[in-house]
């Protein structure tokens, strides 16, 4: 043969294709931002709805006036003293599963407190209420940056669920005193129920899955019980100042107590360890001392 057959010329390369994202994503995010939104809401609605209906509380369970303060010293002592602790949980286990968890569980200690008969019951479900309330707004903002990326998009979301966070107080003012008139004061937790169970059932499709670190990625027990007993022993010093008053034994040797903390956890984690940033993915240290994630 006199020759051979001149090669096939090149394909001209061709531009990846971009995929469009799916048509319900943005409502899906609405929906997302919704589902966070309303949790909020029920966070800080139960925190000041109650004060309302507090003499009718008392009048019918036979509170004491000491044991009154409970019914909110109860919910605000295990809310504050658990969200670190619920928040470090939500890195390890999965924010979404700390979600839902969260707002179960609150959602049922509204019944069991819808249903009280004797102020202990009602005591120990504001307790479980608040134990709910920090688990689930402990990740809410977590979620909420890594659904939202686009700087305006993030800014608009943060605003929505903030302006629902700020609202919830004076809504709470007004809504206890309609409820605790128009019907009784078990209407004040029970209108929790369907607001929390409609949450639950949009949150399962709608928020974005997540595994979490584990556990083994940085979980000290220890540590935890530490921070969270100390917390709580601020918070009921802080509560009970008007009980005991500012300068009192009580409240000036619980106050100057020593922190349970260790003055230099980051000696403690370990070389391996992590932290979760908000953004969705997690950052080593670069030195011993504890570093947050660069967004």
Not at 116 to 125: E, F, K, M
Not at 181 to 204: E, Y
């Amino acid at each position: 043969m006199s020759a051979t057959s001149a090669p096939a010329a090149a394909p001209h390369a061709t531009a990846p294709t971009v995929l469009a994202p799916p048509a319900h994503s943005s409502r899906r995010l609405r929906l997302s931002l919704g589902v966070l939104a309303t949790g909020m809401l029920m966070t800080v609605l139960d925190g000041s709805i109650v004060t309302v209906a507090m003499p009718a509380i008392q009048s019918d369970l036979g509170f004491t006036p000491a044991g009154l303060s409970w019914v909110v010293n109860a919910y605000l002592i295990a809310f504050g003293s658990l969200l670190l602790l619920a928040g470090r949980l939500g890195d390890l286990l999965g924010r979404k599963r700390m979600f839902l968890a969260g707002t179960g569980l609150f959602t049922a200690a509204s019944l069991l407190a819808g249903a009280a008969a004797t102020p202990a019951v009602l005591i120990a479900a504001r307790f479980l209420q608040g134990v709910g309330s920090a688990m689930a707004s402990a990740v809410s903002l977590g979620i909420l940056v890594t659904l939202f990326t686009e700087p305006r998009e993030r800014a608009r979301a943060i605003a929505v669920f903030s302006f629902t966070g700020a609202a919830g107080a004076s809504i709470g003012q007004v809504l206890g005193g309609v409820l605790a008139d128009a019907l009784t004061w078990n209407w004040i937790f029970l209108i929790n129920l369907p607001i929390g169970i409609a949450a639950l059932l949009v949150a399962l499709p709608t928020l974005p899955e997540d595994r979490g670190l584990g556990l083994k990625a940085g979980a000290d027990t220890f540590g935890a019980l530490l921070v969270t007993s100390g917390l709580m022993l601020g918070i009921y010093t802080v509560v009970k100042i008007d009980q005991y008053g500012a300068a009192s034994a009580h409240t000036l040797g619980l106050g100057a107590s020593p922190s349970p903390c260790s003055p230099d956890s980051s000696s403690a984690r370990p070389p391996h360890a992590t932290r979760s940033c908000p953004c969705g993915s997690s950052a080593r240290p670069a030195s011993p001392a504890p570093t947050w994630c660069r967004c």
